[in-house]
């Protein structure tokens, strides 16, 4: 006969278990971008761009192969895009175009076309 504190963690042990196999997030929704996630990794167009508008400002999810994502957002006035949220500062590079914006937030890369920029919101 088990002692009880066997009994009793053995069935909390599966009850996380069996909540950790809930069904998978859905695909997001959006336009698939050419990104480069990681240091040192290639440019590929794995990353997909969720946009949104509010007064003004566009905002754009870029969701990530693995499941991360960052927040940016494009402001018409200015012509400038920046983070949304979080710690590391966008930084727009030197390949960037009127065709593409090109940029890295920490050791992440993006280009997204500038028309999806500059395009209305839908």
Known sequence: MKPMFLRTFSAG????????????????QGTDIDCAIGAGSDFA?????????DTGTVSFLIHHPDGGFRRVEYDAETD?????DGADPLKVSGASTDEI???AIG?????????????PAQ
Do not use: H, W
């Open 80 to 84: 400038q895009i920046g983070v949304g």
């Open 107 to 119: 050791d992440d890369r993006y280009r997204i076309p500038s028309n999806m920029l500059r395009s």
């Open 101 to 103: 914006a090109e940029f």
């Open 13 to 28: 042990l599966a009850a996380i278990l069996l909540a950790s196999c809930g069904p998978e997030s859905p695909e997001p």
């Open 45 to 53: 167009p794995v990353c997909t761009l969720e946009r949104s508008a």
